[in-house]
């Protein structure tokens, strides 16, 4: 089981003796689980299911996605927070057009993600397991 230290950030290729350990680990820019709001867990995972989609993540669908938990969710508080993100090394924003902006996770982004679900499937005594479509799982 993992030590109890949510803030930590094991990459997906980390192995099992190293998650047994108290060793606390951090993405490349320093971010950890715990140093996010809530909000800004909910926009990660909101643009890791518009990617696995295959859907553009621009400001106006990552609503989309959280307005179900959210209800209305007020402009300055998406984009602020999206900015936030950018700045932390999690989401990298590039131009659409004109008007709009792109969000897609990085692969600091993408680990953290990682690491909470190994986090939650350990405690849930889950196996996880990661696919390429090819039918042959790998587990994690």
């Not at 989609?53 to 179900?68: H, M, N, V, W």
């Not at 190994?118 to 397991?129: F, G, Q, S």
Request: hydrophobic share 35%; glycine share 10%; with cysteine.
């Amino acid at each position: 089981m993992y030590a109890d230290d949510s803030r930590g950030l094991e990459s997906p290729d980390t192995t099992d003796a190293s998650l047994a350990t108290d060793q606390r680990l951090v993405a490349d820019g320093g971010t950890t689980w715990a140093d996010l709001s809530g909000f800004q867990r909910d926009v990660l995972e909101a643009i890791a299911r518009l990617e696995i989609a295959d859907e553009t993540s621009y400001g106006l669908a990552i609503k989309r996605q959280l307005e179900p938990q959210y209800g209305e969710v007020n402009h300055g508080r998406l984009y602020s927070n999206l900015d936030s993100l950018v700045e932390r090394g999690l989401v990298e924003k590039s131009t659409l057009d004109k008007r709009t902006n792109e969000y897609v996770l990085t692969d600091d982004g993408h680990g953290l993600l990682y690491q909470r679900v190994e986090r939650l499937a350990d405690a849930c005594e889950i196996e996880v397991v990661a696919t390429d479509g090819s039918g042959d799982g790998d587990q994690l």
